[in-house]
């Protein structure tokens, strides 16, 4: 796993900006956790700004599935 897990959640998330749609679901399901950049794009501003379970939500409500949430030892927890 490259980087280092969060230091409150112990995860570490990840958008495929190059598959992002856009689409904003996981900023409207986590905003402390997920914004849109200048090009609309999802990007991770803080992984530790909502509990896991909220990310994982996050992240399975995007519609193309950008989005990967990894466990400390590198392991899926989504998808």
């Known amino acids: 796993m490259a980087g280092e897990p ?3 959640n112990r995860i570490r998330v990840e958008v495929q900006r190059d598959v992002c749609i856009g689409s904003g679901d996981c900023v409207d399901s986590a905003p402390g956790v997920f914004r849109l950049d200048d090009d609309d794009v999802a990007v991770v501003i803080d992984p530790d700004g909502a509990d896991v379970q909220e990310i994982v939500d996050a992240a ?3 519609p193309i599935a950008a989005i990967f949430v990894y466990d400390e030892d590198g392991g899926y927890l989504y998808p």
Do not use: A, M
Request: proline content about 17%; hydrophobic content about 0%.
């Open 6 to 8: 969060s230091p409150k």
């Open 60 to 62: 399975s409500s995007c």
